[in-house]
């Protein structure tokens, strides 16, 4: 133990007395410890976003949409493009199923809405009321459009907090003032509260407006739907409910023209897909350790040629093949563990600053990652130098110019 310590302590001191060298030879590691665990952070951040989000819908929802959208657990977006459009018909007949507690019609546009003195880039989803329950909004000032402003083609709207800061200024401002779509004036009647979310090509409520879906018949005058969102009553499974719609569709639709969609089915696809994802990139990110590595390797080439006589000397007086080993692959492990402790605390200063903007965060088996692999990466670079310290003859070796 006293030995390793001596060892430890010896490697240190040489470090110390070379710091810029000691530096930019752990830097390999450290970049690769950063990107691989800030990844990790963003992938996890991204996945329990995703996890909150439909966990707010509850067990009781489902979504009917045109086209096989899931096919063999993986999302086949062609077949959404290249399908049916829902209309009124079918939403009689959803509505006439005992089963169905609430429904919301959904269509949307993509426009830019003008208060006064902005203008910014939108999307219109236009629904029923039942639309904020069926997917947990809460509202933060005002009110939720209601069926009385269904019935009436009401052109108000509902807003996101980021929306109304940005055309208003500010929350309180955005409440009862006009706002105007392709020249249709709405009056703003509730601001929602922040569901976060938008990166990675989600949708980011908080920059949306909604509005009644019969006033949306401006701009639909096909009235057609892109997609139902129901909510069933509990006192029926979800498989009886599936089945009663599917019954009911059918004598209408082709088996492929539809899919009836589970929250946990859309994700399990998106976590597979973001599972897979994240592999490739911590894979390319690795790239980065093993050239690390290879630079830790390199100057420990160079450290055996710088202290050929000092090993020379050890080994005149008694030092074994076996210390010699130890010692330089010591060196490497530390230079190794160094880089990976910088890289981790630059990754925990990068996850504070992301996680304004979005939940990533670090787990302890990222951090158990980090730093396991950096020290193997030590190990593994340091055997071959510290093999050729250690097959060095003592004679030869204390000759060495």
């Known amino acids: 133990m006293n030995y390793f310590l001596f060892v430890v302590k010896a490697a240190i001191e040489d470090f110390r007395r070379n710091k810029t060298q000691t530096f930019l030879t752990s830097l390999g590691i450290l970049i690769g410890v950063f990107a691989v665990v800030m990844l990790t952070a963003l992938g996890l951040g991204l996945k329990q976003y995703i996890n909150d989000q439909f966990a707010a819908l509850g067990k009781n929802t489902i979504f009917l949409v045109p086209g096989k959208i899931l096919s063999g657990g993986s999302f086949n977006a062609t077949s959404a493009l290249a399908s049916i459009k829902f209309d009124n018909r079918d939403l009689l007949r959803l509505k006439r199923l005992k089963e169905i507690r609430e429904i919301s019609p959904i269509f949307s546009k993509q426009t830019t809405a003008k208060s006064e003195k902005k203008s910014e880039d939108t999307t219109i989803i236009f629904s029923s009321e039942a639309f904020f329950d069926i997917n947990g909004f809460k509202i933060k000032k005002g009110r939720f459009f209601e069926k009385a402003d269904i019935?009436?083609?009401?052109?108000?709207?509902?807003?996101?907090?980021?929306?109304?800061?940005?055309?208003?200024?500010?929350?309180?401002?955005?409440?009862?003032?006009?706002?105007?779509?392709?020249?249709?004036?709405?009056?703003?009647?509730?601001?929602?509260?922040?569901?976060?979310?938008?990166?990675?090509?989600?949708?980011?409520?908080?920059?949306?407006?909604?509005?009644?879906?019969?006033?949306?018949?401006?701009?639909n005058t096909a009235k057609t739907y892109s997609r139902f969102a129901i909510k069933f009553d509990e006192n029926y499974s979800i498989m009886d409910v599936k089945e009663?719609?599917?019954?009911?569709?059918?004598?209408?639709?082709?088996?492929?023209?539809?899919?009836?969609?589970?929250?946990?089915?859309?994700l399990s696809a998106v976590n597979s897909i973001f599972g897979i994802l994240n592999m490739v990139l911590v894979a390319i990110a690795s790239i980065s350790l093993v050239v690390g590595g290879i630079g830790i390797m390199n100057i420990m080439f160079v450290t055996v040629s710088d202290k050929t006589k000092e090993i020379g000397v050890r080994r005149a007086i008694g030092?074994?093949?076996?210390?010699?080993?130890?010692?330089?692959?010591?060196?490497?492990?530390?230079?190794?563990?160094?880089?990976?402790?910088?890289?981790?605390?630059?990754?925990?200063?990068?996850?504070?600053?992301?996680?304004?903007?979005?939940p990533a965060y670090i787990d302890v088996s990222s951090v158990v990652l980090a730093l396991g692999v950096s020290s193997a990466i030590g190990i593994i670079f340091g055997v071959f130098p510290a093999k050729r310290a250690a097959d060095l003859e003592p004679v030869e070796a204390i000759r060495y110019e």
């Open 151 to 219: 019935d009436k083609k009401a052109k108000v709207v509902v807003i996101g907090p980021k929306l109304a800061e940005k055309l208003f200024g500010s929350v309180e401002a955005a409440l009862d003032s006009k706002v105007s779509a392709n020249n249709i004036n709405f009056i703003v009647i509730g601001i929602t509260e922040s569901k976060g979310g938008g990166g990675f090509g989600g949708p980011d409520y908080d920059n949306y407006m909604f509005s009644p879906y019969t006033t949306g018949f401006i701009f």
């Open 319 to 358: 030092a074994r093949k076996k210390d010699i080993l130890v010692q330089f692959i010591i060196e490497s492990t530390i230079l190794s563990i160094l880089g990976g402790f910088l890289g981790l605390t630059l990754a925990y200063i990068g996850t504070l600053i992301v996680q304004k903007f979005f």
């Open 244 to 266: 009663t719609i599917k019954k009911e569709f059918l004598k209408r639709y082709d088996e492929d023209s539809f899919s009836i969609i589970e929250p946990g089915d859309i």
